[in-house]
């Protein structure tokens, strides 16, 4: 049995932890509020603009509504967007990402990986070292500098469209001259502070057709008739691009808020854990303390009868 000083020392420690854990819930619960407000204030935009391209889809002949980001190609080249965050402490939340890799890639670009035509772009450094790990070709967000050089994007360290808006566009410009020819997007959907859903959407090429969102589902976006101006080809043209960006920048916000609520629930749980855990540390403090009284007691009374003798 643990001596009394290495009990109270290990209750101390325990409080210590405690109170970080407290504090880092405290941060993340005032860092959720702000990402919250930012992905509910993102999504009735991004849904919309979805629905409207889904409808132009099918009311629109095919030559009207002609894309090269329509353009369906044999996937010889597949570029994944896995969405994890920077930091650690957030329970489950980048595991469930780099699992969901790891499948979507045994599922259906297995030869791919084989070739090695697989490509994950991380958006997150503990995905990027997860999947680097685990031998899969990986890189970092880049956008082109005014040098028109390449240049590693630190996403999180500043989250905003205009971050993200350079980084689609090199993904846009990869698909348009051939470097890849499909690209999936991976990452947490953000439901509440307890729940976060993992998502795989396919980005590129666009399918239209597909509504992933109850939102745009519940929409009758079919009984809406559109007027264009200047001209249907170069509204296509510039709509399609612009809800690529969106829709991508949205998923990073939904996996910033996730991983906040999932960091503060992580947090709560570990704070009742070290609640638990000092409690059952003061009791074999107190059953130590009283044991050690009664033996010094047997001894004192051993020692007055050996007197006695």
Known sequence: MASLKEIRTRISSVKSTQQITKAMKMVAAAKLRRAQDAIEGMRPYANT?????DNLSKNVSSEDLSSEFMEERAPEKVLI????????????????????SV???????ADQQAKGNLTFLCIGK????????????????QKKNEAG????????????????????EVILEQFKSGEVDRVELIYNE???????????????????EEADSQEIKDKDFDSIDYLFEPSQAEIVEELIPKSLKIQLYSSILDSNASE????MSAMDQATENAEELVKELKLTYNKSRQAA????????VGGAEALNN
């Open 190 to 208: 953000f439901q509440n502070v307890i729940t976060q859903i993992v998502r795989r959407n396919q980005f590129l090429p666009i399918l239209p």
């Open 81 to 100: 967007i896995a969405i994890t965050s920077d930091r650690g402490l957030c329970g489950a939340f980048n595991n469930n990402i780099i699992k969901a």
């Open 49 to 53: 603009l979805k629905g409207i391209i």
């Open 293 to 300: 009284i009664t033996k010094e007691i047997l001894e004192i």
């Open 149 to 168: 050089e390449m240049e590693t994007v630190e996403v999180f360290q500043n989250l905003s469209f205009a971050n993200i808006k350079d980084t689609a």
């Open 103 to 109: 499948a979507l890639v045994n599922e259906k670009y």
């Open 260 to 263: 906040h609520g999932a960091r």
């Open 126 to 141: 503990r995905g990027y070292e997860g999947l680097t790990t685990r031998g899969y070709k990986t890189i970092l967000p």
